[in-house]
């Protein structure tokens, strides 16, 4: 069975920083390609961005956080991290973590529902 458990959020100032994490087993988190999506109130769930399995080398980022929001994982301690800079109030939303859609298919607004797995989500609130 494939369970993810984000933890990090909180609310923050704008201009503020954050780190998400998104914990599995080892295996879980080296071979699958792994997606956060965010979903704001009233909104779809957004995939913004992704990295894939060991050995891909891909990663993937929407515009809306491209340059701001960087992807990683930490094998050793079976987590992928989301550190996210430059918060804006847009920012604001619930935070998942997903399995297992290759990095390629993130361009697809449909994307969330490709894939099977999902964590519980965590809070994210940007406002002064």
């Known amino acids: 069975q494939v369970q993810l458990v984000e933890s990090g959020g909180g609310l923050v100032q704008p201009g503020g920083s954050l780190r998400l994490s998104c914990a599995s087993s080892?295996?879980?988190?080296?071979?699958?390609?792994i997606g956060w999506f965010r979903q704001a109130p009233g909104k779809e769930r957004e995939g913004i961005s992704c990295i894939g399995s060991v050995g891909s080398n891909t990663i993937y980022y929407a515009d809306s956080v491209k340059g701001r929001f960087t992807i990683s994982r930490d094998s050793a301690n079976g987590t992928v991290y989301l550190q996210m800079n430059s918060l804006k109030p847009g920012d604001t939303g619930v935070y998942y973590c997903?399995?297992?859609?290759?990095?390629?298919?993130?361009?697809?607004?449909?994307?969330?529902?490709?894939?099977?797995?999902w964590g519980q989500g965590t809070q994210v609130s940007v406002s002064s």
């Open positions: 997903a399995a297992d859609t290759p990095c390629s298919y993130y361009t697809d607004s449909n994307v969330a529902h490709y894939n099977e797995y």
């Open positions: 080892v295996f879980i988190l080296d071979y699958y390609h």
